[in-house]
């Protein structure tokens, strides 16, 4: 099965400053790669995705990253703010099943 | 959330008791999946259903059990089969189950067992 892993566990930002989480996976025959952001007592809210014909994907201050031949993706976030702190998943699908980083634990210091 | 429900937020359970989870959509979706959360850990998958009066075990199914009546609904019991049940319980959907289908999550049910 597939085998999602996720780095920093923990990441601590000045604001204004970039973020950088990062997966690897190691399924091959997975193509689709979302993010999710988790608030304290909330579930999981999707913020951005790739599929796997794509190399790169922006949406405002967030972009996620590609690299199918060493079958790893990236969430990069710009100019951090105080509401980007939270809990950020990565996750790969293969077949029906999302399977989940162990999560990364964002806190952006003002 | 995006049209999905959960109740209770919060739960609490005497051992030894079964106890219901409830998770209603109305995205017409036809997937609709259940996942466990523990803390410093990723989600991990108990059942899924791909449509009504259908569902599969995911990778945890021991000691939890579903059903899928209508297309709308999902409830999963906790049975006092579940050795460690205390945890946050997270109902998801999705068009269908195919590779590219994004999911969509409900706000969670944490179940304390007392």
Redesign the interface.
């Known amino acids: 099965g597939e085998n999602v892993e996720q780095h920093p566990s923990t990441l601590s930002v000045q604001e204004g400053d970039s973020a950088v989480i990062k997966c690897t996976y190691s399924d091959s025959a997975s193509n689709y790669f979302p993010w999710y952001k988790q608030e304290l007592g909330k579930g999981p809210q999707l913020i951005i995705d790739i599929r796997s014909n794509v190399g790169e994907k922006k949406d405002q201050r967030i972009a996620v990253t590609l690299n199918k031949t060493a079958k790893h993706f990236s969430l990069h976030i710009t100019e951090t703010q105080p509401e980007d702190s939270a809990v950020y998943f990565c996750a790969a699908k293969d077949d029906y099943k999302l399977s989940f980083g162990a999560g990364t634990t964002v806190t952006v210091r003002a | 959330?995006g049209g999905?429900t959960?109740s209770p937020k919060y739960l609490f359970r005497k051992e030894g008791q079964n106890v219901t989870l409830s998770c209603e959509q109305n995205l017409n979706h036809d997937?609709m999946y259940w996942y466990r959360q523990d803390p410093?850990?990723?989600?991990?998958?108990i059942y899924?259903s791909?449509i009504v009066n259908d569902f599969q075990k995911?990778?945890i199914a021991e000691g939890y059990s579903v059903s899928r009546e209508k297309k709308e609904s999902f409830p999963l019991t906790v049975t006092s089969a579940q050795k460690n049940p205390t945890a946050f319980y997270?109902c998801a959907s999705s068009m269908g189950?195919g590779?590219?289908?994004?999911?969509?999550?409900?706000?969670?049910t944490?179940l304390t067992v007392l």
Do not use: K, S, V
């Open positions: 959330d999905i959960q997937a410093g850990q990723g989600l991990r998958l899924y791909q995911g990778d997270l189950t590779r590219t289908d994004e999911q969509f999550f409900g706000p969670g944490r």
